[in-house]
């Protein structure tokens, strides 16, 4: 039933086949089907070194021992991971009653599966991507892994146990990290699919996994000042005024953004030239301030539009397997009626050539070179996931790989022009999207406190899940009223807080005086406009952030050389101290700065927990303090708590 093929563990029964194989450092890939052949698809991965891993068969069992981690098969096909050693469990499989593995038939060679993993008391879960119920840990959650707007499916987890785990499978499922059992499932694939990775910290673990799916790129120095950005800069001059009006005032700025609407037609991927009648000058003269331009591009595609022709001929566009071959309504600029529209297929090669030549003929030749990957879960008005049919196979098979492939569009496309700082900021990800250059943020969330609470918590697993590159809308998206206290107080809130994520972006679509504004236009969102007050807060923060630029991309080199997030958990570093696990709302930055953000409206100080093994400076008083304690910070309205560790010297004021 078992046996050893080209470093490979191979155990058969009936018609199903299961391979155990190592897949890079202490870590070791598993794939089962119920098929005549493996199917081989890489999806996240890449491929790692040959490796020359311990193989023992017996006669009840089979083992491998790549490095630290060991894998054991039993007689009845059943995988238990244990540390090499020790011979500490770290997870096992879980038989599922009478069935095997959970295999069943849903069409063609494709079925439902389902794999169960022992559950432990007392373990803890992140990673996972981003999501908005706000825990940090995820025991005892229930995951859909699929891609929607604020919904970020990277189904990599890593636990307490010290051990990682990610599901090689961009299908629709869910994972349930249960009392009794985790169930990981997948509607419809050919195949189970998943790695275990070994380590002896979070930061091992971490290093580990991003050698098999992709390291980040280096980080580009402009990207880490403060991105201006609103819904929406109607044209050319606006736009241009903003930014002089930033310099008129001294305040720096490293990016600007075009939103949507600035197009001709969605699908056409170039200016409308009544409102941007030079882009050309328009860049140039942004670039003399020091400022790049970042533009919105959509994979959806209006039937209006001058190519869209082309796109069906050829076989571009996503289908769908009834009904009308469109995935959302939606109103197109310079009209007043929705069109039914439809979305680029960047599963196929040949779509991700088409839209790059676009862009690049219409936007990278003016000289811009940053760009906005929006609504690429992709966006639906209907989450139909049973009814999509792309190149790469069936909207239950492979739905949750979108927005990589829109990412690897842009970095190929950059990458053939010959440049090397390249950053896409999209609104989803997946596993392995950090090899792109893909940054992430939290998409369209609320203005409010309990939204600005999640977003800590939903940042710090996007770096548990490998990706460093994340920022949110500062003060939220929808929902702002301008002249609000509640809103200004929100706002610089938001503020010190993203001045303290890897990327520091301000955007939303406002309000004044709680009136309704044009859904195609909001209010005002530059850094003056909510009062006095606030602007001299946040000007000292987009002070504070220039300063800080040096340490931030020393850290931003050493998360793309080890896959460590800058933005990471209290236990990441502390990882004996058990109190450290249970501060879900304070970070570090680094390794030298603890981040405890006012969350609440009307506070004005917080309890911050100062891990123990180290002594914390506050920076505004100049204390130290001896870890292992709960402080009772100061906070008022200017003043967000940071501490210093073990006397780092920084330029925090």
Not at 56 to 65: H, K, P
Not at 403 to 423: H, L, N, T, V
């Amino acid at each position: 039933m078992v046996q050893q093929d080209n470093g490979k563990l191979i155990w058969r029964s009936g018609n199903r086949t299961t391979w155990i194989e190592p897949y890079g450092e202490d870590s070791i890939r598993v794939r089962t089907t119920f098929g005549p052949e493996m199917p081989v698809r890489q999806w996240s991965l890449l491929t790692p070194p040959a490796l020359r891993p311990k193989i023992t068969i017996n006669e009840n069992s089979a083992e491998m021992q790549n490095g630290k981690l060991t894998a054991i098969i039993d007689a009845a096909g059943y995988i238990r991971f244990v540390k090499t050693t020790t011979g500490e469990l770290l997870t096992a499989e879980r038989p599922r009653g009478h069935g095997m593995r959970g295999f069943a038939p849903v069409g063609g060679d494709l079925n439902r599966v389902e794999v169960l993993f022992q559950a432990f008391e007392g373990e803890r879960i992140y990673g996972m991507g981003q999501h908005q119920h706000g825990f940090l840990d995820q025991k005892g959650c229930v995951i859909d892994l699929v891609q929607r707007n604020t919904e970020v499916n990277v189904p990599f987890m890593v636990s307490s146990r010290m051990y990682g785990f990610l599901w090689n499978n961009p299908g629709v499922g869910r994972a349930e990290f249960g009392r009794n059992q985790t169930r990981w499932t997948a509607e419809a694939t050919r195949l189970i699919d998943y790695v275990v990775i070994a380590g002896d910290s979070y930061a091992e673990i971490l290093n580990h996994y991003v050698d098999i799916t992709g390291h980040a790129p280096e980080f580009p120095e402009w990207a880490s000042g403060f991105w201006q950005c609103k819904l929406r800069y109607k044209s050319q001059d606006e736009l241009l005024a903003v930014a002089r009006e930033h310099k008129r005032r001294g305040l720096p700025m490293s990016v600007i953004v075009i939103d949507y609407f600035h197009w001709t037609k969605l699908g056409e991927w170039e200016f409308n030239p009544k409102h941007w009648p030079d882009p050309e000058a328009m860049v140039r003269e942004l670039s003399e301030m020091g400022i790049k331009v970042m533009v919105s591009i959509w994979p959806t595609v209006n039937p209006d539009s001058k190519y869209f022709g082309e796109l069906e001929y050829r076989g571009l566009l996503v289908r769908t397997e009834r009904g009308l071959n469109a995935l959302t309504r939606f109103t197109d600029a310079d009209v007043a009626h929705p069109v039914y529209t439809h979305t680029l297929d960047v599963t196929n090669p040949e779509a991700r050539d088409f839209i790059w030549q676009k862009v690049r003929d219409n936007y990278y030749k003016l000289g811009i070179k940053v760009w906005w990957l929006d609504a690429i879960e992709p966006e639906m008005s209907v989450y139909d996931f049973d009814n999509l049919r792309y190149h790469a196979g069936a909207g239950l098979e492979v739905s949750c790989i979108y927005p990589m492939m829109q990412q690897k569009a842009f970095y190929d496309g950059m990458r053939s022009e010959g440049e090397e700082e390249i950053i896409t900021l999209g609104r989803s990800a997946f596993a392995g999207s950090q090899r792109y250059g893909a940054a992430v943020w939290s998409g369209d969330i609320p203005s409010t406190f309990e939204s600005l609470r999640a977003q800590v918590k939903a940042g710090l697993n996007m770096g548990m899940s490998g990706i460093p590159w994340w920022t949110t809308d500062i003060g939220g998206f929808y929902g702002g009223d301008i002249s609000s206290d509640y809103f200004r107080e929100l706002i610089v809130r938001w503020f010190q807080y993203g001045a303290f994520c890897p990327i520091f972006r301000l955007h939303g679509w406002r309000t004044d005086n709680g009136a309704q504004i044009d859904w195609k236009v909001g209010a005002d969102n530059e850094v003056w406009s909510f009062g006095d007050r606030a602007y001299e807060i946040i000007r000292m923060y987009l002070f504070m952030r220039e300063r800080l630029r040096p340490y931030i991309m020393k850290q931003m080199k050493h998360a793309s050389d080890t896959g460590t997030p800058v933005m990471r958990p209290l236990f990441f570093d502390f990882i004996d101290d058990d109190e450290a696990y249970r501060h879900e709302d304070e970070f570090l930055f680094g390794p030298d700065i603890l981040v405890a953000p006012v969350l609440y409206e009307g506070a004005r100080g917080r309890q911050v927990y100062l891990p123990s093994g180290a002594d914390w400076t506050d920076a505004w008083t100049g204390e130290t303090i001896r870890g292992g304690q709960t402080v009772d910070a100061e906070a008022p309205l200017e003043r967000i708590p940071l501490y210093l560790k073990n006397g780092a010297k920084l330029p925090i004021l």
